[in-house]
């Protein structure tokens, strides 16, 4: 019985990475690419781990396991975003049966600047939220910050 | 988060005092430790919610573990035939989560999910640059990245 779960859990794990390194391939642009790459590659790892899991039945091994598919799940897709978004941003071309774009005209490539699009509707930006706003030195950092020197002198 | 380290905590010790490093024993002292933080969370306001936190973050990796599944199958299935049947599209999702790691980690799952990766969080925060693979209908799109956000932002607060 196990041996069953073993093995379809490493083999369906080993059919995605293939049709990962297959997406590679033969997708048309970096996005796409990248879609490919990172989910089948990061499901597909996870399934193969899962099924050494069930082979060695032990806890330390488990424990490895569940280590090894909880940094992939966290790492898999920053990098994803990482290497997407350079792309995008450089100018890499995006595939010609691409049906939408609303970010290229709102990315200001000078600084870097991206527009939300929804300035007129809801008004100013909400401030800012840090997670430490409550933090009284970030405060009081805040209120000395240098005031700019005159123009002049 | 703290009601979770507390949680594993508790496990920890009753492994420990029992004496019964197994893995059968650190679930028993879990469930004990996740009962006594059931009891504890009214009097201490660190602990608030963490009794209804707990099951919603496993029905939440249960509908996320179904939904990766689903959307592996449709990006596989259009690498693995010749015509493509993909719509890619980059297309902008307005976001109610406000600090640093709400963003992160919802944009950490919606990366995750097969079809969609995150390309940007606009200078403001309010707006999530998406690129998806299957636009057909995006408005339908916007309300699955809506659900799956709905639910993240549950756990986390």
């Known amino acids: ?153 | 988060m703290i009601g979770f380290l507390w949680n594993l905590l508790l496990a920890l010790a009753w492994a420990t005092l029992s004496g019964n490093f197994s893995g059968p024993s650190f679930l028993f002292g879990f469930v004990l430790g996740y009962g006594l933080l059931a009891l504890l969370e009214r009097e201490l306001p660190i602990l608030h919610g963490y009794s209804r936190r707990l099951p919603r973050f496993i029905m939440f990796l249960g509908f996320f573990i179904k939904e990766l599944v689903k959307a592996n199958f449709k990006v596989a299935f259009d690498v693995a035939t010749p015509l493509w049947y993909m719509k890619p599209g980059v297309i902008a999702l307005p976001i109610t989560a406000e600090t640093d790691v709400e963003i992160t980690i919802l944009a950490n799952f919606i990366s995750l999910t097969p079809g969609t990766l995150i390309l940007d969080v606009s200078s403001d925060r309010r707006v999530l640059f998406i690129h998806a693979m299957f636009l057909y209908d995006e408005d339908e799109v916007i309300a699955e990245l809506q659900e799956i956000e709905r639910r993240v932002l549950e756990i986390l607060r």
């Open chain 1, 1 to 153: 019985m196990i041996e069953w779960i073993v093995s379809a859990c490493i083999l369906t794990g080993a059919a995605l990475m293939f049709l990962a390194a297959l997406g590679i391939f033969r997708l048309p642009d970096l996005p796409t690419r990248m879609h490919a790459s990172t989910k089948a590659g990061a499901l597909g790892t996870s399934l193969i781990m899962i099924g050494v899991a069930f082979a060695f039945m032990d806890v330390a091994v488990t424990a490895r396991v569940v280590a090894v598919v909880t940094f992939i799940m966290l790492t898999a897709p920053v990098a994803a975003h990482v290497i997407g978004r350079a792309g995008y941003f450089v100018g890499v071309p995006l595939w010609e049966g691409t049906v939408k774009d609303v970010l290229r005209d709102k990315y200001d490539p000078k600084t870097h600047h991206v527009e939300s699009g929804l300035e007129e509707v809801e008004g100013p930006p909400k401030p800012i939220t840090y997670g430490m706003a409550e933090c009284p030195v970030l405060q009081e950092r805040d209120e000395f910050e240098p005031k700019k020197s005159d123009p002049g002198g």
